[in-house]
């Protein structure tokens, strides 16, 4: 028993030791933190984490049960000056300040954004938010595509729920998502800062209800791009059969075969559902009912008008006459008109296909759907294009018809 206390004697020695210095490197250190509240934490503009709602953001910083967490001063939230936040001043933005409770006011510049951009996938909102970033006076999101309210939309929606405090936490939602996604300190210091603006294509199909975009920023804008459905389809398509391509494949005309198949099947087996009047659970994996366009808009139409909140552009437009859709966006959403120099503007914005066969003339065609394929697509799609148009207006009027493979 003796030889074991005596065995055991360095690891005690070992352990006041490590105390002691841990002891030493808090105090020494301690200048360099700063003990935030976390609520506050959540409402910051820290980009270093992806959290899903407070729980897991506490989790993250692995402090589950403090109500406080100790975070590095170089990494702190940026949080404004509070004897000066009601001075603070955008130039061309209108100050917001509201009440989150707990006597905690948060300022942040209204309308951020001042439009959102979406659409369905393969419709040239890419195209569409490249061009518009050349613009002088025009400021993206922080991040390419936010995807604030579809990845994040269930936590959102609980977040604000009706319930006491609703005001509180609808306060603190604006901030978060203008901060979390925006340039704050450019919108406030920046004088050739006249809008903003964040493009997630995904909103229009994914988020369950636009109400909750509406909410959280009641008075941003929507601009919505669609495309011929079957062109969108084809496009897709396009895409698809170059997935898991190393870049020497691709540029010696190779294509998935596995992947290229399983599109099409899907579209076979999706059309004949489509006929019937059914639909698939997973839109994700039912690229022929995206170009369903009518049955999708309606919900939007529920909280934005035409012409005053939302606007509602034919790709083919974008593609034909780019400077003129340029020109229309700026009238509708407010900023000055710009004469882009933009090479996208000279492009032709059509996908390049590549024929199954490997060819690689790099030619504008649509080889991977077959004439008879097209021919029932467009008789499938036909009558959802009328009672968009009907929706939408003459503009969209007998735009998207059959067209050939030369």
Request: charge should be neutral; charged fraction near 30%; hydrophobic fraction near 35%.
């Amino acid at each position: 028993m003796r030889d074991k206390r005596e065995r055991s004697t360095p690891l005690y020695l070992i352990l006041v030791v490590y105390a002691l210095i841990s002891a030493v490197w808090i105090i020494t250190s301690s200048r360099h933190l700063e003990i935030i509240p976390w609520e506050k934490l959540l409402r910051s503009r820290i980009y270093n984490f992806e959290y899903e709602d407070e729980e897991s953001l506490v989790n993250i910083l692995m402090n589950p049960k403090n109500s406080r967490i100790s975070i590095s001063s170089h990494t702190r939230a940026h949080e404004f000056n509070k004897e000066k936040e009601h001075a603070l001043k955008a130039p061309h933005f209108d100050m917001h300040s509201c009440d989150a409770g707990n006597n905690d006011t948060l300022t942040f510049p209204w309308k951020t954004p001042t439009f959102i951009i979406i659409g369905q996938h393969k419709c040239g909102t890419t195209a569409l938010y490249s061009i518009l970033r050349e613009h002088p006076n025009l400021l993206p999101s922080t991040k390419f595509e936010p995807h604030y309210f579809d990845f994040k939309g269930k936590y959102i929606e609980e977040r604000i729920k009706e319930g006491p405090g609703r005001k509180e936490r609808l306060c603190a939602e604006r901030y978060r998502y203008a901060t979390d996604n925006f340039d704050i300190d450019q919108i406030m210091e920046d004088p050739n800062v006249m809008a903003t603006f964040e493009k997630t294509p995904s909103y229009f199909e994914f988020v369950n209800d636009p109400a909750l975009i509406k909410s959280v920023v009641p008075d941003t804008k929507i601009i919505l791009i669609l495309r011929d459905p079957v062109e969108r389809l084809q496009s897709h398509l396009s895409m698809t059969a170059l997935e898991g391509l190393s870049i020497k494949e691709k540029k010696a005309g190779k294509v998935n075969e596995e992947k290229l198949d399983k599109f099409l099947n899907h579209v076979y087996r999706h059309k004949k559902m489509a006929l019937h009047g059914k639909r698939p659970q997973d839109l994700r994996r039912a690229p022929l009912f995206r170009g369903l366009y009518e049955q999708r808009i309606k919900k939007w139409l529920k909280y934005y008008e035409l012409g005053e909140s939302m606007l509602v552009l034919p790709y083919e437009d974008l593609r034909n006459e780019p400077q003129h859709v340029m020109d229309e966006i700026a009238d509708f959403v407010g900023f000055p008109r710009y004469d882009f120099q933009s090479a996208l503007m000279e492009k032709d914005l059509s996908p390049t296909i590549r024929s199954r066969d490997g060819n690689l003339s790099g030619r504008k065609a649509t080889t991977y759907i077959s004439d008879e394929l097209r021919a029932d697509l467009y008789d499938l799609y036909t009558p959802f294009n009328d009672k968009l148009a009907d929706l939408l207006g003459e503009r969209f009027r007998g735009i998207w018809g059959p067209k050939t493979n030369a």
